[in-house]
């Protein structure tokens, strides 16, 4: 069970990271032919740390170390599937998967969260047995948290209730789309849902309630398959709403199939 | 969840509070416009993560370019790290801070950044800050355009 789990997070993970690839956003594709000039540690003092040992500036502004980190990130999930006896890879997939992780928030002029959850899982997959499962349960209790502490965060601070809240998010979100694509389907379908008052309000209403509804799963395992339909959900809307592509963080509702659907799925290897 | 609560980041504790903070009127707003070899970049045209790079390390640098190239990253550096020895501050200072040597650069990355993918007949990048305004129908209306980055492609770095 321990091993299919495994597959399932280093499946996904290769398909995040050629969805990196296809995006342009590897470090070699970032740094290369000139590395990046500007960094962005912003406030965290993990970026600060990491920036002050030198180990970015070492990588990144190399002229092979790039290419080399890239070609060992794409591949190692897959070695990593065909020799699964070998531990050792798994831990050096989840040093690079931090340092990637890093390196992109730096470069990128903005911490963006979406990878988080492949650093978590590929943390999770360098242990085995009753250390595994404990924190693959964790994993399952972060991406309750993700979803919950959004939902908080939003009700706490009160601007849901402001009835234009979301209509001046929209506005700020989709201006750079708006002003490149203005005749598009996608913006004639935002421009339309802009209009409808009501019907901003319910979609925030709904995304909030929606969040909310992860709280559930703090308390009982027996609808999980229900939270990840749900996850499923909130990434398209996320999507069709807001134009934000946050499917990465779907890695982590692995951890939301029931455990019975491995052991089937062994059984079935067996025979 | 403590520092959550605080709404402090530091990885692997982030914060994940976005899109709950007030949301100001943007009837008027500011686009980017970036044209390379004359011809306009599509950023909104461009895969995600790559669109994302493009925008927010844009504005890092807009942000430092108004600052006078002065990092502003130094007055949180100095309280965590100004009780190192002075030799590991300054090497510190150095790997963390954006020099304006290296802040003048950026057009020049950025071109480079995004220039692969095109066929390029004069190697210029133009980056402006376009001010639109909401009209009917959610159309937007230019008001200004301000120069903010140029580069001109002179030889092979």
Redesign the interface.
């Known amino acids: 069970m321990e091993r299919i789990k495994r597959n399932l997070f280093y499946s996904g993970a290769f398909v995040v990271l050629c969805?990196?690839f296809?995006?342009?956003?590897l470090i070699s594709q970032?740094s290369r032919?000139?590395?990046?000039?500007?960094?962005?540690?912003?406030?965290?003092?993990?970026?600060?740390l990491f920036?002050?040992?030198?180990l970015?500036?070492a990588i990144v502004h190399g002229s092979v170390l790039p290419v080399l980190h890239d070609i060992l990130l794409l591949s190692l999930p897959l070695l990593i599937m065909l020799l699964p006896e070998r531990p050792l890879l798994r831990v050096v997939f989840f040093v690079l998967c931090v340092f990637y992780?890093?390196s992109f928030n730096t470069?990128?002029?903005?911490?963006?969260?979406g990878f988080?959850g492949i650093?978590?899982l590929a943390g999770v997959c360098c242990f085995e047995g009753k250390r595994f499962i404990f924190l693959w349960e964790a994993a399952r209790y972060y991406l309750l948290?993700?979803f919950v502490?959004?939902a908080l965060?939003?009700i706490?601070?009160g601007?849901?209730f402001?009835p234009?809240?979301?209509l001046?998010?929209l506005?700020?979100q989709h201006?750079?789309?708006?002003?490149?694509?203005?005749s598009s389907l996608h913006s004639r379908f935002?421009?339309w849902l802009?209009?409808k008052p009501v019907l901003t309000r319910l979609v925030l209403f709904s995304g909030v309630l929606l969040q909310l509804s992860f709280l559930y799963g703090f308390f009982s395992r027996n609808k999980d398959y229900l939270l990840l339909a749900g996850a499923i959900a909130f990434v398209s809307f996320n999507y069709l709403i807001m134009?934000?592509?946050s499917f990465e963080l779907l890695i982590l509702g692995i951890t939301l199939l029931p455990d019975n659907l491995f052991s089937r799925s062994k059984l079935s290897f067996k025979s | 969840m403590y520092l959550t609560w605080k709404g402090v980041e530091c990885f692997p504790f982030v914060h994940w509070g976005m899109y709950s903070g007030k949301a100001q009127a943007a009837t008027t707003t500011e686009v980017l416009q970036i044209k390379i070899s004359d011809k306009k970049v599509c950023i909104s045209c461009l895969p995600d993560l790559q669109g994302a790079v493009v925008n927010s390390s844009f504005e890092w640098y807009y942000h430092l370019q108004r600052n006078s190239l002065e990092d502003t990253t130094s007055l949180v550096f100095k309280d965590l790290l100004s009780k190192f020895p002075e030799k590991i501050y300054q090497r510190f200072k150095r790997n963390i801070l954006n020099r304006p040597d290296e802040i003048v650069k950026y057009p020049r990355w950025l071109f480079t950044y995004l220039a692969d993918m095109r066929i390029i007949e004069n190697p210029s990048l133009e980056c402006d800050i376009v001010k639109v305004r909401y009209g009917k129908d959610f159309c937007l209306d230019s008001i200004a355009t301000i120069k903010a980055a140029r580069y001109q492609y002179l030889t092979y770095p």
């Open positions: 969805y990196h296809y995006s342009h956003a970032l032919p000139l590395a990046p000039v500007l960094v962005f540690p912003s406030i965290d003092l993990s970026y600060q920036l002050a040992s030198g970015f500036h992780h890093l470069i990128a002029g903005h911490h963006f969260h988080i650093v978590f948290f993700i502490s959004a965060w939003k706490w601070r601007n849901i402001n234009n809240h979301m001046h998010i506005q700020s201006a750079q789309f708006f002003f490149e694509q203005p935002l421009s802009m209009g134009r934000i592509v």
